[in-house]
C-alpha cells in the first residue's frame, strides 16, 4: 500500500514569494490533515478535511495561507507571501474518518522542507 | 492545550529501558505515540483508547490512566533502532490531535 506523498520534499524561496505544497493521501482515506513542524517540537495542525469540507481550519493564518482539496484526494497547501517565520516542515497525514482522526492513526507523508530566505 | 511530556532527552545503552510519559491538562479521549527519525515522516507506534483498548506495535507497551490524564511508553532492552524523537498526541473530544514537544531517545551501542 503506498503511502502518503508529498511534493516537493524541499524548497527554498525569499520572503515575499508564493509557494505551494502538495499531498496525495492513501487511498481511501477520507480524512485529510496539514500539520506544521517547527525545530524541535511537535506538528501543529493547520487545516483538517473530511473529504473536500475544510471542517477545522481555526489554525490556518488566512490572512496569507489557503488550501484546497478538490474532488475530496489531492490536497494543496499555499502561502502567498510567505515569510521568514514560516520556514518550518510541512506534514500531511491522512486517516480513514474524521472520528477515527483520534481513535485510529495518523499516517503521514514525509513533509517538505520549506526554507525561505 | 499542548501535552507536556517528560523527558525531553534520554541516552540509552543498548538493552536498557526508558520511560517516556506524556501529562495533558484536558479529558482525553485517546493518546496517540509516534516516533520520528531525523528527516523523516512520523510512524505511528501505538492508541490507546479511552476504556483501555489498545492497538500497535507488538514490541512496544504503553499505558494511559485516564482520571490523571497521563500516558507513558515503556522502551523496554533498547536496540539501536529505538532511537529517534518520540511524540505523543492527545486527543479529545474536538477530533483534534495536540502533540507534545518530544523526547529525543539516544540508543547507543
Known amino acids: 500500500e503506498a503511502g502518503v506523498v508529498q511534493s516537493p520534499r524541499y524548497k527554498i524561496i525569499e520572503k515575499k514569494q508564493p509557494v505551494a505544497f502538495w499531498c496525495n493521501p492513501i487511498s481511501g482515506h477520507n480524512t485529510l490533515y496539514w500539520y506544521l513542524q517547527n525545530l524541535g517540537q511537535g506538528p501543529e495542525l493547520l487545516i483538517r478535511?473530511?473529504?473536500?469540507?475544510?471542517?477545522?481550519d481555526s489554525q490556518l493564518p488566512k490572512d496569507r495561507f489557503s488550501a484546497e482539496r478538490l474532488k475530496g484526494v489531492d490536497s494543496t497547501l499555499k502561502i502567498q507571501p510567505a515569510e521568514l517565520g514560516d520556514s518550518a516542515v510541512y506534514l500531511c497525514?491522512?486517516?480513514?474518518?474524521?472520528?477515527?482522526?483520534?481513535?485510529?492513526?495518523?499516517?503521514f507523508g514525509p513533509g517538505t522542507r520549506l526554507t525561505v530566505l | 492545550q499542548q501535552p507536556v511530556q517528560s523527558p525531553q532527552a534520554v541516552i540509552l545503552r543498548e538493552g536498557e529501558d526508558a520511560v517516556i510519559n506524556c501529562s495533558s491538562s484536558?479529558?482525553?479521549?485517546?493518546v496517540h505515540w509516534y516516533r520520528q527519525k531525523h528527516g523523516e515522516a512520523p510512524v505511528f507506534l501505538m492508541i490507546l483508547l479511552k476504556g483501555g483498548e489498545q492497538k500497535g506495535h507488538e514490541k512496544i507497551s504503553a499505558s494511559f490512566n485516564e482520571k490523571k490524564q497521563q500516558s507513558s511508553l515503556y522502551l523496554t532492552a533498547s536496540q539501536l533502532s529505538y532511537s529517534g524523537t518520540y511524540f505523543c498526541?492527545?486527543?479529545?473530544?474536538?477530533?483534534?490531535?495536540?502533540f507534545g514537544a518530544g523526547t529525543t531517545v539516544t540508543v547507543r551501542a
Open positions: 478535511y473530511e473529504n473536500e469540507e475544510a471542517v477545522d
Open positions: 497525514a491522512s486517516s480513514l474518518d474524521l472520528a477515527s482522526g483520534i481513535g485510529n492513526e495518523q499516517f
Open positions: 484536558k479529558a482525553l479521549y485517546s
Open positions: 498526541g492527545t486527543g479529545s473530544n474536538d477530533y483534534k490531535l495536540s
